[in-house]
């Protein structure tokens, strides 16, 4: 399989793994941003869908930042009605 250099695509992908990880882990992510330690809960998979990221794009396109964008976009904006100290 080639490695995807286009953004835009990449940025598809990014956000595809980051819808995942908020639909498999919604406890998981909700429960991190009331307690204030979203980061913490979801480490391991987040790190495991940025491994999953980098695995299929260059590393030209590793480096924007998609991937880390894309858990801010949809894992975390998506969250805004929980309860936190964080807003």
């Known amino acids: 399989m080639a490695l995807i250099e286009k953004p835009e695509r990449a940025?598809?992908?990014a956000r595809a793994i980051a819808s995942d990880?908020?639909?498999y882990h919604e406890k998981e992510i909700v429960e991190g941003i009331e307690n204030d330690n979203l980061f913490e809960v979801m480490h391991e998979h987040i790190?495991?869908?940025r491994a999953l990221f980098k695995s299929r794009v260059t590393p030209e396109i590793y480096h924007l930042n998609?991937?880390?964008r894309a858990i801010v976009d949809v894992?975390?904006?998506s969250k805004g009605h929980v309860k936190s100290?964080?807003?």
């Open 66 to 68: 998609l991937y880390d």
């Open 75 to 77: 894992m975390i904006k």
């Open 11 to 13: 940025r598809q992908l």
């Open 85 to 87: 100290r964080i807003w």
């Open 21 to 23: 990880l908020t639909l």
């Open 47 to 49: 790190e495991e869908g």
